[in-house]
């Protein structure tokens, strides 16, 4: 069982940046792929980015490239999703995930490549 917390949402102007963080609890932290996710409201979930398992293979939807940056300290057990020029539009609920262990990072682009979520952290950017 693997829990995900997130944390370092909140209110931001536009132009703006955050830096959420997503804390693995469990020893399997380094096997997975992660996945960043954020859901707006009245909207369905959408794929943000993906880190490969030692961190060194990244991709990121193309509305937020250029912007946004995930990385990830296996000796903490946490990700992170740098977050600058943020726009409006970003406004989101934003979730960490873990994929199975030992799978391609191209496997937590999708939600069905997903073994586990994070429950969320608000991003609210004003304009």
């Known amino acids: 069982q693997v829990q995900l917390v997130e944390s370092g949402g909140g209110l931001v102007q536009a132009g703006g940046s955050l830096r959420l963080s997503c804390a693995a609890s469990?020893?399997?932290?380094?096997?997975?792929?992660m996945g960043w996710f954020r859901q707006a409201p009245g909207k369905e979930r959408e794929f943000v980015a993906t880190?490969?398992?030692?961190?060194?293979?990244?991709t990121y939807a193309d509305s937020v490239k250029g912007r946004f940056t995930t990385s990830r300290d296996n000796a903490e057990n946490t990700a992170y999703l740098q977050m600058n020029s943020l726009k409006p539009e970003d406004t989101a609920v934003y979730f960490c995930a873990a994929g199975r262990p030992y799978r391609s990072s191209s496997n937590v682009k999708t939600e069905d490549g997903i073994e586990y979520w994070g429950k969320g952290t608000l991003v609210t950017v004003s304009s």
């Open positions: 880190l490969s398992r030692d961190g060194g293979i990244t």
């Open positions: 469990g020893r399997t932290f380094s096997s997975r792929a």
